[in-house]
């Protein structure tokens, strides 16, 4: 997949800016709060309509305007095609392919397929594991469709049973009526456990190999750990059984603490390097390293998926590594994906890269 044309309208720093980036690896490179960062986000906000920088919308547009929009024109191997995102203060985000206006802003995922890995992503194995559960489903929805609509069932689902648990006794009517929601929850909630566990088995073996190419010498092995306890390979079916099982053992628990105690809203990905939590025992290198993997293996399940690579944004990795990673990562970039790499080093000059200078507002090609 291939970004040939990108538009910024009032998108953070950039004012006006068209960008016509080379089809393999670039460099964009320039000094502090040049607005680096903020292009890379801008490619990201038009392949997923969100941030990975906040979740204010509003922050998105250049300060005191209120409204924005990012364009593109996209080349795959079946086609191209242009995409608009736009977002106002009154009517939030709304966006057109090949000009027509589209109806429901989930249908942009898939479209344009991106993974990030930015300074942000340094707390991913460290930090608490709803960053890991959110970086699945952001996998999960651009890849597939009916994970958003599972997604969407599922969270609805949970919140009316929670509401539900707080506000109302245990009697027998009331029993009966949480009945039908467990049921409803189960399933959706079986849906998502056994595309997370795909996602999980496909990315496995890259994970652990771009590990190792990133020169750990350490074996790094990710499990996903569904908050309910189910042996391996499971099926919807042998998920949505279980998830009843133990919706119906915490009754009491749930009534008493008015919450819904168990599901996919609470699953974990464990990261084991050499066998020891990497969350607890890794150093910062390991962890980083193993995030930066993630990210890659994401790569490699969109393609599988969907039979193109993603756009690879990283935002500012150099900085955190050796020459030896940095070679690795450049190569790595530099294979098959269109890619977009931020440094402040104005002597990082790959062969065969595009270099791109970001100053004032501006951007041009510089070698
Ligand atoms: N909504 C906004 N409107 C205008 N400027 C913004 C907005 N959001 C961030 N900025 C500015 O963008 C700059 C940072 O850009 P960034 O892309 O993060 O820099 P870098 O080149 O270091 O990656 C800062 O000067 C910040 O004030
Ligand atoms: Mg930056």
Not at 82 to 103: A, C, D, M, P, Y
Not at 192 to 210: D, F, G, H, N, S
Not at 217 to 228: G, R, S
Request: proline content about 3%; aromatic content about 10%; some cysteine.
């Amino acid at each position: 997949m291939q970004l040939l044309r990108l538009n910024l309208f009032n998108f953070r720093s950039w004012e006006n800016t068209e960008f016509k980036p080379g089809d393999g690896l670039n460099i964009i490179c320039g000094g502090n709060a040049q607005g680096k960062s903020n292009l890379l986000e801008g490619i990201f906000f038009l392949a997923t309509g969100k941030s990975y920088r906040t979740y204010r919308d509003r922050e998105l547009a250049y300060q005191g305007r209120n409204s924005l929009a990012v364009g593109g024109q996209v080349r795959t191997t079946t086609g191209e095609f242009s995409l608009v995102l736009r977002w106002n203060e009154k009517e939030g985000k709304s966006f057109t392919l090949n000009r027509e206006e589209q109806g429901r802003l989930a249908d942009l995922f898939g479209h344009l397929t991106a993974v990030v890995f930015s300074p942000e992503d340094l707390a991913f194995i460290k930090g608490g594991p709803q960053l890991r559960r959110q970086a699945l489903n952001l996998l999960l929805l651009q890849t597939s469709r009916p994970y958003y609509f599972h997604l969407r069932e599922y969270n609805r689902i949970l919140a009316q049973r929670n509401t539900f648990l707080k506000r109302l006794t245990p009697s027998k009517g009331n029993e009966l009526l949480l009945l039908s929601w467990d049921e409803q929850l189960a399933e959706s909630g079986a849906e998502l456990m056994v595309r997370r566990q795909e996602a999980l088995t496909i990315m496995k073996p890259w994970i652990k190999e771009y590990n190792y190419r990133l020169g750990s010498p350490k074996k790094l092995l990710v499990q996903y750990q569904p908050n309910i306890n189910l042996a391996p390979g499971f099926d919807v079916q042998a998920a949505k059984n279980a998830f009843l099982e133990i919706l119906s053992s915490n009754r009491r628990q749930e009534w008493r603490r008015g919450l819904t105690l168990s599901g996919p809203q609470r699953d974990e990905v464990l990261f084991l390097l050499d066998e020891a939590e990497l969350r607890s025992f890794g150093s910062q290198g390991e962890q980083r390293t193993a995030a930066l993997s993630w990210k890659l293996a994401e790569t490699e399940y969109v393609r599988q998926r969907t039979g193109e690579y993603p756009l690879l944004l990283l935002d500012d990795v150099y900085s955190e590594l050796d020459t030896k990673r940095r070679q690795f990562l450049t190569s790595e970039a530099a294979r098959g994906t269109q890619s977009f790499i931020t440094t402040t080093e104005k002597e990082i000059r790959p062969s065969g890269a595009a270099v791109w200078e970001v100053s004032l507002g501006k951007i041009q090609r510089i070698s």
